[in-house]
């Protein structure tokens, strides 16, 4: 019996291709398809803010919804991964894809045996506008590639780097502490453990930071920052900083006089959602 192969090749657009091949051979039983796919991305490419993992998750979702397929939240964020990380080979973790499944304010345990765990936080709305009105993002203007660092980092650990291991392990106790001062509101907390985490990134690998990032770090500095930390792997993209709320556009003004692309953040509830219509 002739089965039709869900292998796409030639195709350019390589996570497309991914979950294309994964979705058809897992949940069609490898029965190809003919479809027309078109995806929009707001972030540039590299940012570090998990756009390319949103997006196989928002694919993924799409395909479950075409095919039927009994996935809930916690699969479509594994399968994500799987296809990203496995199938492609792609260098990441996979915060991002759970992240981009769930939505909301998490704090989420990456467990041994492949277990994960995603928490909502039961964050109150003081503490969340008080957060959010803290916010400003800024892209650097130069995405990077994160394979180069995240390669420095796994053999760090896999050699026991005492450096690198020192600062994994700094990494998962801020993280404990963000929790805690993040539900108690406190921001000068938070910009504390920020700040310790971001020296903490940056004795992982070379390349977290570079003269472009530093530069803007003074700028925001000078303007009020009371901490910051670049978002992904690092070596680029962008750079969030906690900042008292009064002198949040100012330091928004400052940035994008740098050459820098800076806004505010708005806090989303929701994670990947998905619909049909009928036309």
């Given at each position: 019996m002739f089965e039709a192969a869900p292998q796409l090749q030639q195709a350019s657009l390589l996570l497309h291709r991914g979950v294309y091949e994964r979705m058809v051979r897992d949940h069609n039983a490898g029965g190809a398809i003919s479809a027309t796919i078109t995806t929009t991305v707001d972030a540039p490419m590299g940012s570090g803010l998990g756009s390319s993992s949103a997006l196989v998750v928002?694919?993924?979702?799409?395909f479950r919804v075409l095919f039927g397929?009994?996935?809930?939240?916690?699969?479509?964020?594994?399968?994500?991964?799987?296809?990203e990380r496995v199938d492609l080979g792609l260098a990441g973790g996979k915060q991002d894809q759970y992240a981009a499944a769930f939505g909301g304010t998490n704090f989420i345990?990456?467990?041994?045996?492949?277990?994960v765990i995603v928490n909502p936080l039961r964050v109150s709305d003081g503490a969340r506008n008080e957060l959010e009105s803290s916010l400003v993002i800024c892209f650097s203007g130069r995405s990077r590639d994160a394979r180069v660092i995240i390669e420095q980092q796994t053999a760090g650990v896999v050699v026991h780097n005492p450096r690198t291991i020192g600062a994994m392990d700094r990494l998962k106790a801020d993280a404990i502490e963000m929790k805690t001062a993040l539900l108690a509101g406190?921001?000068?907390a938070m910009a504390r453990i920020l700040d310790d985490s971001w020296r903490a990134k940056q004795m992982t690998a070379q390349g977290i930071s570079t003269d472009r990032i530093d530069e803007l770090y003074d700028v925001a500095f000078q303007r009020g920052a009371l901490a910051g930390k670049v978002s992904g792997a690092g070596g680029g993209g962008f750079v969030m900083f906690l900042v008292y709320p009064e002198d949040r556009m100012g330091l928004v003004d400052a940035l994008n006089?740098?050459?820098?692309?800076?806004?505010?953040?708005?806090?989303?509830?929701?994670?990947?959602?998905?619909?049909?219509?009928?036309?």
């Open positions: 928002a694919l993924v979702d799409a397929a009994p996935l809930g939240q916690y699969d479509v964020a594994h399968l994500a991964f799987e296809i345990e990456f467990l041994p045996n492949d277990r406190d921001i000068h006089s740098m050459g820098g692309n800076a806004s505010t953040v708005k806090i989303t509830d929701r994670g990947c959602e998905t619909w049909q219509v009928r036309r």
